[in-house]
C-alpha cells in the first residue's frame, strides 16, 4: 500500500467552498475507490472506477464529484453541496474492480476540516 | 437494506488473550470477507481474507472463520500484544453495493499489559 498517496494530509475548507483531494497510485492498478470515514463508524463508499475514463456512483456520492482521466490518478472533489463534509477521506486501489473481490489497499487519508 | 453488523464496538482483552470479533452479513451471495486493521490516524490494512470457497483460514495468530449457512464471519486473534491494539474492521461484497465492499463499524480492541 505504500504505492497509494494522498495529498494533503490535512485540509481546511470554508463553507461554500469547493476543494479537491488528491490521490495517486504507481501499481498499475485498474480500480480506484473514495471511502469517506466518520468517527465510530465504518468506510463508506463515495465514488469508484474501474477503468479509466469510468466511474461510478457508491453508496454517499451526493455533493461529490470525481474524474479518472488517467490509470494513476483518481481526484476527488468535495463541493459546497456536501452538507457536512468534515471527515477522514481514504482512497484506494485494487488490481481490478470487476466483483468487488480483489485486495484493497488504502492510501494514507486526507482529514478535511471545515470552518 | 443490505448491510454488515460488526460486534463487539469496544473489546478489552489481557495481554496473552484471545480476541474474537463477529460480523454477520446479510446477502447469501456475498463471497470475500476481508479484515482490515486500523491503528490510529493511520491507513487500513489488510491482515487477512477468506472467499466463499473455504471455511477457514489462519495466519500466524490471526484467524478467520466463516460460516455460510449462518451468514457470519469471524476475526480470531490468540496470544494478543499491546501492538495488537487497534480498530478492526470486516468487510463483504454486497450485490446492493455493486459487488464492492461493504464495511462493519469497526471493533476498537485495547490489548491490557
Given at each position: 500500500?505504500?504505492?497509494?498517496?494522498?495529498?494533503?494530509?490535512?485540509?481546511?475548507?470554508?463553507?461554500?467552498?469547493?476543494?479537491?483531494?488528491?490521490?495517486?497510485?504507481n501499481?498499475?492498478?485498474?480500480?480506484?475507490?473514495?471511502?469517506?470515514?466518520?468517527?465510530?463508524?465504518?468506510?463508506r463508499?463515495?465514488?469508484?472506477?474501474?477503468i479509466v475514463?469510468?466511474?461510478?456512483?457508491?453508496?454517499?456520492?451526493?455533493g461529490?464529484s470525481?474524474?479518472r482521466?488517467?490509470?494513476?490518478?483518481?481526484?476527488?472533489?468535495?463541493?459546497?453541496?456536501?452538507?457536512?463534509?468534515t471527515a477522514f477521506?481514504?482512497?484506494?486501489?485494487?488490481?481490478?474492480?470487476?466483483?468487488?473481490?480483489?485486495?484493497?489497499?488504502?492510501?494514507?487519508?486526507?482529514?478535511l476540516?471545515?470552518? | 437494506?443490505?448491510?454488515?453488523?460488526?460486534?463487539?464496538?469496544?473489546?478489552?482483552?489481557?495481554?496473552?488473550d484471545?480476541?474474537?470479533?463477529?460480523?454477520?452479513?446479510?446477502?447469501?451471495?456475498?463471497?470475500?470477507?476481508?479484515?482490515y486493521?486500523?491503528?490510529?490516524?493511520?491507513?487500513?490494512?489488510?491482515?487477512?481474507?477468506?472467499?466463499?470457497?473455504?471455511?477457514?483460514?489462519?495466519?500466524?495468530?490471526?484467524?478467520?472463520?466463516?460460516?455460510?449457512?449462518?451468514?457470519?464471519?469471524?476475526?480470531?486473534?490468540t496470544?494478543?500484544?499491546p501492538?495488537?491494539?487497534?480498530?478492526?474492521?470486516c468487510?463483504?461484497?454486497?450485490?446492493g453495493?455493486?459487488?464492492?465492499?461493504?464495511?462493519g463499524?469497526?471493533?476498537?480492541?485495547?490489548?491490557?499489559?
Amino acid at each position: 500500500d505504500g504505492g497509494i498517496t494522498q495529498s494533503p494530509k490535512y485540509l481546511f475548507r470554508k463553507e461554500g467552498q469547493n476543494v479537491t483531494l488528491s490521490c495517486e497510485q504507481n501499481l498499475n492498478h485498474d480500480a480506484m475507490y473514495w471511502y469517506r470515514q466518520d468517527p465510530g463508524q465504518g468506510l463508506r463508499l463515495i465514488y469508484y472506477s474501474q477503468i479509466v475514463n469510468d466511474f461510478q456512483k457508491g453508496d454517499i456520492a451526493e455533493g461529490y464529484s470525481v474524474s479518472r482521466e488517467k490509470k494513476e490518478s483518481f481526484p476527488l472533489t468535495v463541493t459546497s453541496a456536501q452538507k457536512n463534509p468534515t471527515a477522514f477521506y481514504l482512497c484506494a486501489s485494487s488490481i481490478s474492480g470487476g466483483v468487488g473481490t480483489d485486495t484493497q489497499y488504502f492510501g494514507p487519508g486526507t482529514r478535511l476540516t471545515v470552518l | 437494506g443490505e448491510n454488515v453488523e460488526q460486534h463487539p464496538s469496544t473489546l478489552s482483552v489481557q495481554e496473552g488473550d484471545s480476541a474474537v470479533i463477529k460480523c454477520t452479513y446479510s446477502d447469501s451471495a456475498s463471497n470475500y470477507f476481508p479484515w482490515y486493521k486500523q491503528e490510529l490516524g493511520k491507513r487500513p490494512q489488510l491482515i487477512i481474507d477468506i472467499r466463499s470457497n473455504v471455511g477457514e483460514k489462519k495466519d500466524q495468530r490471526i484467524a478467520v472463520t466463516l460460516n455460510k449457512t449462518a451468514k457470519h464471519f469471524s476475526l480470531h486473534i490468540t496470544e494478543t500484544q499491546p501492538e495488537d491494539s487497534a480498530v478492526y474492521f470486516c468487510a463483504a461484497t454486497l450485490s446492493g453495493s455493486a459487488r464492492q465492499l461493504t464495511f462493519g463499524s469497526g471493533t476498537q480492541l485495547t490489548v491490557l499489559p
